[in-house]
């Protein structure tokens, strides 16, 4: 028996482990109480600002839990993870690793994360709180009251990723895309491939001086793994399912974030030092019919956009699919024999821009969809476009007008 803010508890128990193969990471067991999962629960919660807030939505669900755990029920397994380098010691005895598990959750929170179980933790939060206002004695027996948790020890991003697709099929599922975020708000303000990544409210990404939006990268991730570059409308759930499917084919041990940002901005370099990073003047705005408002001026701000990366991303995922490329890393090698010596490509894809702009009802999607077309144009070897900018951006368009 513990001292855990004043009451005596049961301290935590590992039942049993089991190493998850699929995304290498030891899956614990574990047995402890309301009590001490709640003197650390409000502590994952509040040191984790991405941790998905309150559902509101199943409100009368949860008040007949709250009711039911005030009564003594049993609540299906809690799922947390613990992210890092081998922090907790397998090798130890079942209680030694209790004893890591909790000193690991206590010092350092940050690493915490609740993959499937937030919705009831809260609701175990509200009825803790009204046990101890309606009855001390009663709440005592309360926080005695087991719990079973599963515990992902030393866990990397690909793993809680994956396993937040498989377990998120309840009532409550949370959108992929929010889960990328959640997942890779660390690399913010950090450098991968020279880019820095920052958000909307921190200022106006440059470019040209290697920053990327945050939100347009994981847009352009998102896509990869749902390889779909329109935004995704339909039921969360099935979103979910086909980004596991897709997910099934990677290897585990990879930063397929990085290794996706890391293509993106070779790509992006490679275009820009083609086109010797043109910028739009007037006589080529004049000559060429472009609009006084293009979608962009320069191949660095046309590049750096959601759509943009959207379209990559999209475009390398489909051509995975279809063995087009095995790897995604045969991108980088074909950049090698990327040459253009003018500027008609990027202009003449503003033309089409402005064409979109005038026939599409939905401006961004259309956008999206054309360079979806134009990248897998590209990039694909059988293709008459292969490795020929002007070719792609016309090929790539007449593909896309084919679909509207």
């Known amino acids: 028996m513990d001292k855990i803010y004043g009451k005596e508890v049961c301290r935590m128990v590992v039942m049993s482990k089991i190493y998850d193969n699929r995304i290498n990471s030891c899956n614990l067991y574990v047995e402890t109480t309301f009590g001490e999962y709640l003197s650390f629960a409000r502590d994952i919660i509040k040191n984790n600002e991405l941790q998905r807030k309150r559902v509101r939505a199943s409100k009368s669900v949860y008040s007949l839990l709250k009711n039911d755990l005030k009564r003594g029920c049993v609540m299906p397994p809690l799922v947390l993870a613990i992210a890092g380098n081998k922090d907790i010691n397998l090798e130890k005895e079942n209680d030694k690793i209790a004893e890591d598990i909790i000193n690991k959750i206590k010092n350092d929170c940050k690493d915490i994360l609740i993959l499937d179980g937030l919705q009831r933790t809260y609701t175990l939060i509200d009825a803790s709180a009204e046990m101890e206002q309606e009855s001390p004695e009663d709440y005592q027996k309360f926080l005695n009251h087991k719990l079973r948790l599963e515990i992902y020890v030393d866990i990397n991003k690909f793993g809680v990723l994956y396993r937040m697709l498989t377990l998120n099929t309840g009532q409550t599922p949370m959108a992929a895309r929010h889960q990328l975020e959640m997942l890779y708000r660390d690399k ?54 086909q980004m596991l499917e897709n997910m099934s084919d990677e290897d585990v041990a990879n930063d397929i974030f990085e290794e996706f940002l890391g293509i993106y901005v070779k790509v992006f370099n490679k275009l820009c030092n083609v086109s010797n990073n043109y910028y739009l003047t007037d006589d080529d705005k004049n000559t060429y019919e472009i ?10 701000k046309v590049f750096s956009t959601s759509q943009a990366m959207t379209g990559f991303g999209a475009a390398i995922g489909r051509m995975k699919d279809n063995g087009t490329i095995k790897e995604i890393d045969e991108i980088e090698k074909m950049l090698e024999k990327l040459e253009d010596n003018t500027n008609e490509w990027f202009l003449e894809m503003l033309v089409k821009f402005d064409k979109i702009k005038q026939t599409s009802k939905k401006i961004g999607n259309g956008q999206r969809m054309f360079i979806q077309y134009f990248f897998r144009e590209l990039f694909n070897k059988e293709s008459d476009s292969y490795l020929n900018l002007y070719a792609a951006v016309n090929n790539g368009y007449q593909k896309y007008y084919s679909q509207v």
């Open 291 to 300: 609009s006084d408002s293009p979608f962009g001026k320069s191949v660095s």
């Open 188 to 241: 913010l303000n950090t450098s991968i491939e020279g880019v820095k990544l920052i958000t909307d409210v921190q200022g106006k990404a440059d470019p040209e001086d290697n920053e990327f939006i945050f939100k347009n990268v994981i847009d352009g991730f998102n896509s990869y793994m749902n390889r779909n570059e329109l935004p995704i409308d339909r039921q969360e759930l099935l979103e979910n399912i």
